[in-house]
Structures are given as C-alpha cells and as structure tokens.
C-alpha cells in the first residue's frame, strides 16, 4: 500500500516518463462526469491509427439500422493491413460487420460500412467530422474510417478527444455492448466467422469493460480503454505507447485506489424543502457516484433549481440538480414532480378496496 500511495504522488507531480510508463501523450477520465484525473500531453495532435474506429462504430449506430444487409463491393480490395477476409459479392449484416470492425479492427469492413451507410468514404468522413466537433473533439480530424496513414497523413486528434468520444460513445447501450465484447460469431451468405478481441487487458485486469487498439508505423501503439470498479468508471487513452496494456492496467489501480465512488444524488432518497410547491413531492431518476479524492469529498455539493409553474402535473419536469465540486459542475440531474393529494387518493382508493375484498371475503 505504501508503494501504491508513493506512486500515486509521483504520478500527479511528476512528468509520465520519469514513472516507466511510456506513452507520448495520456489520458485519465471519469466516464460519469468528464473530469480529467490524469492528463500528460493530453491535447497534442496525433495520428490515432485503428482507434479511429470508435467513431466509425458510432456513427454507424446512429445514422443506419443495423440489421440492414450489406453487399460487399469491389472498394474492399483497396484495404490493407488488419482484416476479416470479406469477398466481394458477400452478404453480411451491418451489425456484424460492426464486431469485426471493433473485435478484428477489420479495415475491410470500415470500407463496406462506410460505403453502405454513407455512399461513399468521403460522405461517411463528413459524418464524422461533423459529429466531432458536435461533442467538443477541438483537435481531431478524420480522413477515412479505419485509422491506415500513408506516408504520414491520416486521422489525427488527442488523447483528451478520444476519451471525450469514448465517454460520449459509452452512453449509447448498443456501442457499450459492442465495445465490450471479447468474442463473436457471425454469418455471412458465404461463410461463418469467429471472432476473438485484440483487447489484452480483458485477461489482464479483471474489471475492463471495452477496449480498442491501434497501430501503424508512423501512429505506433494506440489504445483506449474503459475499467469499473465499486461505481467508479474510468477511460483512459494512450498514444504512442510500447507498454500499453501493462501501463494502462497501472494506471486503473492507481486511480481506483486513490479515489471513492461518492453517492451524490440518491434517486430513492431525494428529498426537498420548498415553500412554494407545499404539496409537491420531488424525485429523480437516477443515482450519481461523484468521484473524489478523501480531501474533496467536502468540497462536494448539491445547486438545486426549481421552475415555478402556477400548475403542476405528475412527472413534470419541475427542476434541475447539479453535483458541484467547488465551482465546477459534475453532472447535472432533472427533477420531477409527484401531486402528493393525488398520490393520498390512491392511497385511500387502495385501502378501500382492501377493506371491501376483506368484508366479502368475511361473508
């Protein structure tokens, strides 16, 4: 413990190369809120190389049905590097091709799912680019969906960029489920494939949830990777780095050891005193773990606001809460509305009908 904590000090005081790990540029987010724990280089441009393919997956999951079949065509014979082997005249559904793209980081079926989604690469690009800069991504920009360079020109962002996306793409249930599968079979018109993930650190380190990995020459070792433990969710991204998968599994335990999943919000127990609403329950959604420090945790609030309605119906939004450490905002929570009159009417309607079944049940 006392080596954990030692390197936990020198992790946040001292430059990532004077620790052994080797990454030019690194990144540690809290998935939940967006905060940046760790960050060394984290807004230099790079080339990405297969990492680019969490966009792919994404825009490819909000912007076509997945259930949709795709017949490959001849542009797949302009791939190289990593492949699932598709053969021209193929017929496979999108949705697998999405696991061989994220699984095998098949740069085959980048091809055919951008020219089945888009029409083409360069209308699938502009998807691309545009959703970028949509969800803040300031230093990214794409030129095809697999993530290949040649002769040094290819996608390019930051480690700070991909964990934004990651955070972003970690939202939406299908890219969740995809992102965190080790294996899959899928069947084409043709022939069946088994598909095993390039994610080592699934075998390494007991709580990752998703990954992706990346490389060419010039781009070298890329990888992005989620982890969660006790309601604490972490995504951390590495460029350039020879070490990945071990640096990326000292990182998770430095974090996790050094901060707490704090229940801020309790969706079963959230309570407010308003003179203006007196006969107004309020309630959320959902819970949120804040993650803090020992010595943040007091820095931890709550900034309530409420709408004022002359009229108040049952599940209206009626305000909004936000989880405040110090003056930076965490996340932010709606608030609901329930008529206690309304509710106490049930009630008595309830327990009528029990005293009524009970009398008849006497005779």
Sequence with gaps: ?????????????????????????A??????????????????????ASITKIMTCLITIMYSDLDKMVIVDEDVLKAYGSSVYLEVGEEIKLRDL????????????????????????????????????????????????????????GNTSSAYDMALLT?????????????????????????????????KLFGMYQYTTGGKTGYTEAARRTLVTTASKDNKNLVIVTLDDGN?????????????????????????????????????????????YALVTGEEKKDLKLDITLFKYDKVYDDIKIGEVKVMLKDTILHKESIYAKNIKQEEQTKKKESLAKKLWGWLKFW
């Excluded at 413990?1 to 005081?13: E, G, H």
């Design 244 to 288: 990945d998968f071990n640096d990326h599994k000292a990182l998770y335990e430095t974090y996790f050891a050094n901060y707490e999943a704090v229940r801020a919000i309790d969706k079963n127990d959230f309570k407010i005193d308003d003179t203006y609403y007196k006969n107004i329950n309020f309630y959320v959604k959902n819970d949120y």
């Design 27 to 48: 990144v540690v987010m809290d998935l939940n809120s967006g905060r940046v724990l760790y960050e060394y280089n984290s807004h230099d441009e790079h080339l990405i």
């Design 167 to 199: 955070k972003v793409a970690m939202q939406n249930k299908t890219f969740k489920e995809i992102f965190g599968t080790r294996e899959y079979k899928a069947q084409s018109n043709l022939k069946t494939y088994n598909w095993e993930g390039k994610n």
């Design 98 to 153: 999405l696991y061989g793209l994220m699984l095998r980081s098949g740069n085959d079926a980048a091809v055919a799912i951008a020219n089945t989604v888009a029409g083409s690469m360069d209308n699938f690009v502009y998807l691309m680019n545009e959703y970028a800069k949509t969800i803040g991504m300031k230093n990214t920009h794409f030129v095809n969906a697999h993530g290949l360079d040649q002769k040094g020109v």
């Design 1 to 25: 413990m006392k080596k954990l904590a030692f390197f936990s000090i020198c992790l946040i005081l001292f430059p990532i190369q004077v620790l052994g790990l080797s990454a030019r540029n």
